[in-house]
């Protein structure tokens, strides 16, 4: 989060450089700025894990995916939008 609130990385720069999904780099910040440090104590370790093993799934199903010579699906060309369950606004 530093990255993206102190030296003015985009969140989809600060998710690529650290290999997570850009929506989970949007929810930390969003949750940063409405809570503090602590919303990074709230399920961080669990999110992050599921983040960690989603990704590496991915990864090894296109790699087999590729060994087979069939075409993976192609990541979508833009991010869904994401529904807010609290005003960010302050």
Request: net charge positive; proline share 4%.
């Amino acid at each position: 989060m530093q990255r993206v609130i102190v030296d003015g990385w985009t969140t989809r720069e600060a998710a690529g450089a650290f290999g997570l999904d850009e929506r989970l780099v949007v929810r930390w910040v969003a949750a940063y700025r409405r809570c503090g440090m602590a919303s990074l104590r709230e399920d961080a370790s669990g999110l992050y894990l599921r983040q960690r093993l989603a990704f590496y799934f991915r990864t090894i199903c296109r790699g087999v995916a590729q060994w087979l010579g069939t075409p993976s699906a192609a990541p979508p060309a833009t991010l869904s939008p994401l529904r807010r369950s609290h005003d960010d606004r302050r």
